[in-house]
Nanobody
Framework: QWHLVESGGGLVQSGGSLRLSCSASGFNLDYYSVAWFRQAPGREREGVSCLTISNNGTRYARSVKGRFTITKDSVENMVYLQMNNLRTEDSAQYLC??????????????????WGQGTQVTVSS
């Protein structure tokens, strides 16, 4: 049985940093493209960043480029999202997703079948 479990969210002041973790069990993330999405109340799910299979490439939403970094630890079977210089508009529930697609995308969340429950990030001004 597969699981994706996010952690690392919390309350941080504007300009601060957080590192989110996504732990996978029941499947090997090395064979999946992995993505981070976020969803704020009343808003559509938004792609943040993704990492293609075999770490061949990364993609970032324009709003987070230069501030967020996605990485993977194959030994731990985990994916991380380092978030720096956080802004109030980054506040949302952050979800980890995975799918066996060769090229990841942050534009089409429907492509991903495996999702975690999310971790809340709140950035105060």
């Amino acid at each position: 049985q597969w699981h994706l479990v996010e952690s690392g969210g919390g309350l941080v002041q504007s300009g601060g940093s957080l590192r989110l973790s996504c732990s996978a069990s029941g499947f090997n993330l090395d064979y999946y493209s992995v993505a981070w999405f976020r969803q704020a109340p009343g808003r559509e799910r938004e792609g943040v960043s993704c990492l293609t299979i075999s770490n061949n490439g990364t993609r970032y939403a324009r709003s987070v480029k230069g501030r967020f970094t996605i990485t993977k630890d194959s030994v731990e079977n985990m994916v991380y999202l380092q978030m720096n210089n956080l802004r109030t508009e980054d506040s949302a529930q952050y979800l980890c997703a995975a799918e066996r697609i060769p090229l990841c995308t942050v534009e089409v969340p429907q492509l991903y079948d495996y999702w975690g429950q999310g971790t809340q990030v709140t950035v105060s001004s």
